[in-house]
């Protein structure tokens, strides 16, 4: 790690976020002047919708995060610890409380998984970042530093992640006036993965570096090489390109370089005489093809494309195909890397700065204390393991409370009591009803196909059971949820009885925390949410 961070040093890290000043002094920020039901007035994010009627039984306190925080920290692997220490502008002040530096306002839509779509005022200096962040305080979400902009071209069936720092007018000024191209708000898991696990999105076998490093890496000295300017790892390897104006594909051997896209005219020969340039990135950016075979009889379904900022046209995209998910996802991830640099990592630490210097949010967890009202006094519980279990306890009450709401008046038969076992997972925000196979498949490609990505669903072939779609290794497998009868009382199981479940929630809790006979734990669930 030492060696590592001196040759950080020689990294340049200029830049940062645009200064924004706060919106509640002039008030401009409210879209008073728009009589669309579906403009969202921008308001005070410091104060919760429920502030004055909440009795919770968690209290705000004053008392030190400081060794909650440094947990959390350690948890995310920092390889350049110098950046912490960066100006970095705060994180709180742009993106909740942005925006009157100019008096002009637009106008934009943006649009849900499920095509709703809400309409707010904006500066023109917003970011990608910001209107994340007004999305997640609107919609009461869990900001876990993993919600997208995404920009979705219907005409042409494409789309691509809007970076955290991208300015959002400018994505729109590229726009042509009669194309159907939408702004998406969703969850991308994989966003910045490739910082956690690198290893995971280079193969061995795409992956060259210089003699430097006798040609390997490890964690740190990969990143490194990828985001300082004077070196690049080498990714090579073979691709399917789509002839111009021809609809023919033509099977060629790639090299991405920090100078650019090329490919060889002979073989896999590497000489510059047989070398040809294919793309840069100073102008361009790299986009997910979207029913590939369909739109541009691709051979296979791992397509994306290269498209200058200047065009819009079907004609001018450099469409690309790989043959399976994870070669896709290592040109793609190269080529962000390549054009953004160190602003990408920028953006990945931010929110874990920020959640140091200011941990000021609308329900932080930072700013709770346990309390104890059950004597004559309330007293604050010091005692981390007491607080837990009190913790705990509160839980098993709601869900008992629950299950009696559910099995209705009297005392529930055996065949009663399943009911409440049935319904308590209608409410959970990974469980996604009558969603079919194929859908599912879409929804955790969409929200990213990393290790863990998981949803609970009805099962289309046997109504009585439920389906558990898991992504592994880039490819997404679904498991039975079956249901066990043992003497009148109803259990669910993954391995056909042997660890039974009164409800999917204690399932989906406890593969949370093991794997079982899972090829992983679940970690991130798919969400939908309604704007």
């Known amino acids: 790690m030492s060696d590592m961070n001196k040759t950080l040093d020689e990294i340049h890290t200029s830049g940062r976020l645009g200064e924004k000043a706060e919106i509640f002094q002039s008030g401009r920020g409210n879209v008073s002047g728009c009589s669309s039901p579906a403009l969202i007035p921008l308001q005070d994010p410091l104060l919760t919708p429920n502030a004055?009627?909440?009795?919770?039984?968690?209290?705000?306190?004053?008392?030190?995060?400081?060794?909650?925080?440094?947990?959390f920290s350690s948890l995310v692997p920092?390889?350049?610890?110098?950046?912490?220490?960066?100006?970095?502008?705060?994180?709180?002040?742009?993106?909740?409380?942005?925006?009157?530096?100019?008096?002009?306002?637009?106008?934009?839509?943006?649009?849900?998984?499920?095509?709703?779509?809400?309409?707010?005022?904006?500066?023109p200096d917003v970011t990608a970042r910001d209107i994340c962040q007004l999305f997640v305080l609107k919609n009461h979400c869990i900001d876990d530093h993993s919600w997208t902009?995404?920009?979705?071209?219907?005409?042409?069936g494409i789309e691509?992640?809007?970076?955290?720092?991208?300015?959002?007018?400018?994505?729109?000024?590229?726009?042509?006036?009669?194309?159907?191209?939408?702004?998406?708000?969703?969850?991308?898991?994989?966003?910045y993965e490739f910082f956690r696990k690198p290893l995971d999105f280079f193969p061995d076998h795409m992956l060259s570096i210089s003699t430097e490093t006798n040609g390997s890496a490890d964690h740190s000295e990969l990143i490194q090489t990828f985001l300082k300017s004077s070196t690049c790892p080498e990714i090579h390897g073979y691709l399917h390109a789509k002839e111009q104006s021809r609809k023919s594909w033509k099977k060629f051997y790639f090299i991405l370089r920090r100078s650019g896209l090329y490919f060889s005219n002979k073989g896999?020969?590497?000489?510059?005489?047989?070398?040809?340039?294919?793309?840069?990135?100073?102008?361009?950016?790299?986009?997910?093809v979207l029913s590939a075979k369909k739109l541009h009889g691709a051979p296979t379904e791992f397509a994306f494309c290269v498209k200058s900022t200047k065009c819009s046209a079907a004609r001018d995209l450099k469409l690309l195909c790989a043959d399976d998910e994870q070669t896709r996802t290592c040109w793609i991830t190269a080529m962000r890397l390549l054009?953004?640099?160190?602003?990408?990592?920028?953006?990945?630490?931010?929110?874990?700065?920020?959640?140091?210097?200011?941990?000021?949010?609308?329900?932080?967890?930072?700013?709770?204390?346990?309390?104890?009202?059950?004597?004559?006094?309330s007293r604050v519980i010091e005692n981390p393991c007491e607080a837990l279990s009190v913790a705990v306890e509160e839980g098993l009450s709601w869900r008992r409370k629950s299950c009696h709401r559910l099995s209705g008046h009297g005392s529930p038969s055996s065949a009663q009591s399943s009911v409440p076992n049935i319904a308590i997972h209608l409410t959970q925000p990974w469980f996604h009803g009558k969603l079919a196979r194929e859908e599912a498949q879409r929804l955790i490609t969409q929200q990213g196909l990393i290790d863990g990505v998981f949803l609970l669903r009805d099962s289309q072939s046997n109504p009585k059971t439920f389906v558990l779609s898991l992504?592994?290794?880039?490819?997404?497998?679904?498991?039975?949820?079956?249901?066990?009868?043992?003497?009148?009382?109803?259990?669910?199981?993954?391995?056909?009885?042997?660890?039974?479940?009164?409800?999917?929630?204690?399932?989906?809790?406890?593969?949370?925390?093991?794997?079982?006979v899972l090829p992983c734990k679940l970690k991130h669930h798919c969400a939908q949410i309604a704007l």
């Open 52 to 71: 004055k009627t909440s009795q919770t039984k968690l209290c705000r306190g004053t008392r030190s995060n400081r060794e909650g925080q440094e947990a």
């Open 78 to 123: 920092n390889p350049f610890p110098e950046l912490l220490h960066s100006t970095l502008s705060p994180f709180v002040s742009e993106c909740l409380l942005p925006w009157t530096k100019s008096s002009a306002t637009q106008v934009i839509k943006v649009y849900n998984e499920d095509n709703t779509s809400k309409a707010v005022e904006v500066p």
């Open 149 to 156: 902009l995404f920009e979705h071209l219907s005409h042409v």
């Open 160 to 191: 691509r992640t809007i970076e955290d720092h991208e300015s959002v007018m400018e994505v729109l000024s590229g726009w042509a006036m009669d194309t159907d191209s939408r702004l998406y708000f969703r969850k991308n898991y994989a966003k």
């Open 268 to 288: 896999t020969s590497k000489e510059p005489r047989h070398l040809q340039f294919f793309a840069d990135f100073s102008d361009s950016d790299v986009y997910t």
């Open 339 to 377: 054009k953004f640099g160190m602003q990408l990592y920028q953006n990945f630490i931010q929110p874990h700065q920020k959640q140091k210097t200011s941990p000021m949010r609308s329900i932080s967890e930072n700013s709770l204390v346990a309390m104890d009202f059950s004597g004559q006094k």
């Open 471 to 516: 992504c592994h290794t880039q490819k997404i497998k679904h498991f039975q949820i079956l249901p066990v009868d043992d003497e009148g009382d109803l259990f669910y199981s993954l391995d056909d009885g042997l660890t039974r479940f009164t409800d999917l929630i204690q399932l989906v809790e406890f593969y949370q925390l093991n794997r079982g």
